[in-house]
C-alpha cells in the first residue's frame, strides 16, 4: 500500500486560472480531508468528504470546492487564483474519526 | 474558536540532554490532544495523541487541562529526533477538524 498519495507534485498558475488537485486515500480508507499550508505556518483544515459529500468546512471563501468519487479519491479544485493561495496543500485520509495519514501534499505556486 | 500555540520556532538540543517541546491550546470544551512530526522529505505523520497516554519513540506528552498545555517531552534526546513537531488539537470525537499550531523545529546537536 503506497499510502496516501497526492498529484501532481507541483504546479504552476497564474492568478485567476483556476486549478484542480487530486487525492488517493489510503487502502480502506473513506474520509479524505484537505489542509493549506503556508510557508511557516501549521496546515490549515479546509474541508472534509465522507460518503461523497462535504462533511466538515473550514474558514475558507466559495473559490475551494471539492469532491470525492464512488472510490473515495477525492479532488480539491479552486478558482480565481490569488497570490495567496500559493502553499503545500494536504491531504489525509481516515476513517471516520480515526487517525488521518497524509499524503506527501501538492506545492502550488501563484505568479 | 480553538487555537493552538508553539511559543519555539526553533529549538536546538545536545544529544542526551532533556527536550520539551511547548504547546498550549485554547478550547473552552474538552478537547483530544496530538503531536504530529516531520523528519526529513517525509510526510506529516501522527506521534502521539492524548487519549493513549503511551510513550513513542521515548516521547511523551500529558495534556493538562488547569494550564490548558499538552507539552512534548523526552528525558534523553537522539540525533534521529531532529525534525518539524507540530502540535494539533480535534474538538470533540466526531469533529474531524485538526486545528495545528505554527510548527517548532527541533534540531539535535550531536
Known amino acids: 500500500d503506497a499510502g496516501v498519495t497526492q498529484s501532481p507534485t507541483h504546479l504552476i498558475k497564474t492568478r485567476g486560472q483556476q486549478v484542480t488537485l487530486r487525492c488517493s486515500p489510503k487502502s480502506g480508507h473513506d474520509t479524505v480531508s484537505w489542509y493549506q499550508q503556508a510557508l511557516g505556518q501549521g496546515p490549515q483544515f479546509i474541508f472534509q468528504?465522507?460518503?461523497?459529500?462535504?462533511?466538515q468546512r473550514g474558514n475558507f471563501p466559495d473559490r475551494f470546492s471539492g469532491h470525492q468519487f464512488p472510490n473515495y479519491s477525492s479532488e480539491l479544485n479552486v478558482n480565481a487564483l490569488l497570490l495567496g493561495d500559493s502553499a503545500l496543500y494536504l491531504c489525509?485520509?481516515?476513517?471516520?474519526?480515526?487517525?488521518?495519514?497524509f499524503g506527501p501534499g501538492t506545492r502550488l505556486t501563484v505568479l | 474558536a480553538q487555537r493552538v500555540t508553539q511559543p519555539e520556532k526553533l529549538l536546538s538540543v545536545f544529544k542526551g540532554a532533556p527536550v520539551e517541546l511547548k504547546c498550549n491550546y485554547s478550547y473552552s470544551g474538552s478537547p483530544e490532544l496530538f503531536w504530529y512530526v516531520q523528519y526529513s522529505r517525509q510526510r506529516l505523520q501522527l506521534l502521539l495523541r492524548h487519549i493513549s497516554r503511551e510513550s513513542i519513540k521515548g516521547f511523551t506528552a500529558d495534556l493538562n487541562k488547569g494550564e490548558t498545555s499538552f507539552h512534548l517531552k523526552k528525558p534523553f534526546a537522539q540525533e534521529e529526533d531532529s525534525a518539524m513537531y507540530y502540535c494539533a488539537l480535534r474538538a470533540n470525537f466526531g469533529n474531524e477538524k485538526l486545528t495545528f499550531g505554527t510548527g517548532t523545529r527541533l534540531t539535535i546537536i550531536p
Open positions: 489525509a485520509s481516515s476513517l471516520v474519526s480515526g487517525e488521518q495519514f
Open positions: 468528504y465522507y460518503e461523497e459529500e462535504e462533511r
